[in-house]
């Protein structure tokens, strides 16, 4: 801009409307000292500020100290999703959203100065991963509104199934004054739980129904397991549906795992072991829905040597009922990484939810 025929050449000045003084401060200060001791909103911003000026270094340093903050608080997700709502971050609101919604007795320990819009958003969402008795009383214990806000009896009619609380809890809340006041508004309650292995989440649950005979249903009524014909099998069908074996697929194969009554909101792929150097793949997500089509969330060539521990994000448009993993090159082992999303029971109330 200073140097070509631009405005700015020719008034030898650069006029920013879009970002606070503060934050160009902010941001100037880091590139002379590498430093950055800012308050939440502020990092918000100058990640912003990066990203329209294109200084990688300080977009990811300002992603990383909000995964810190995150880590260590889920209350901060708040904060965080209203600045990056101000400034168009869209990518890190949904970093925020998901760890509000996979730590929400923490978030929702007291009611959060936002507006109504979010809390409804968040209370009303599918993958919120906590039960209808915990939530009844994380809002009984809330400070009534502001006028014009949503009272806390509204939320508990909302997004409280009260048929899922102890009758004795109903009995006492009747007892308060402010019950006399609720009126219960009916909408379908979806509760979901985060895990970081789908499929050994899905058989901890099928074995704390069946017991020692989860062997006979699993495969049949849990996961759905299919293969290409090319593909040799060592470990057997249902090792496989759960991923509890070691199966090595050569290039052109290919595994699909399909959830006749379960839905996956799919968060990242977590590799539990090497991939093997050459080794190429391709995971994709599908639903009852989408008509047989697939998409594409995670290509390996992008990533360069994959090891032991690293964490991808991925992001899918829709819930998932399949997952499928195609090899492309070399020889890979589709057991060797986990799924890791939020699981819930009852596809179909899933899909109306969205």
Known sequence: MMNHDFKEHTQKEVVIKDFSPHGMETFLR???SGTLDVDI???VEVMAIADKYHVKELSKHCHDLLQLQLSESAKTAWEIIKAADHFRLQDLREVAMRALLMQPKVALEERPAVSDELLH???GCGFLCISDEELLDLLMTWKEADEGCASRMDLVG???CLKCIPADKIKAMVLMPEFGFFKSVKSKTIRSE??????YSLQ???EGQHGDKWHNVFRSDWVSVAHSEGAIITGGLNDLACQNTTEELAAGNWVEWRFPHFAVKLVAIRFIEDVAEGAHFIVSCGNQDSSGSMQQVFRSEEHGQICEGQVFLCKCDFVATCFLVEVTAGTFDVCSFTFDGFLRHDCDLINEAQ
């Not at 985060?194 to 499929?199: F, G, I, K, P, R």
């Open 194 to 199: 985060h895990t970081e292995d789908v499929l």
């Open 41 to 43: 909103q502020t990092i």
């Open 158 to 160: 909302k997004y409280v």
């Open 30 to 32: 880091f590139l002379y």
């Open 121 to 123: 958003e968040v209370l």
């Open 204 to 206: 901890e649950h099928c």
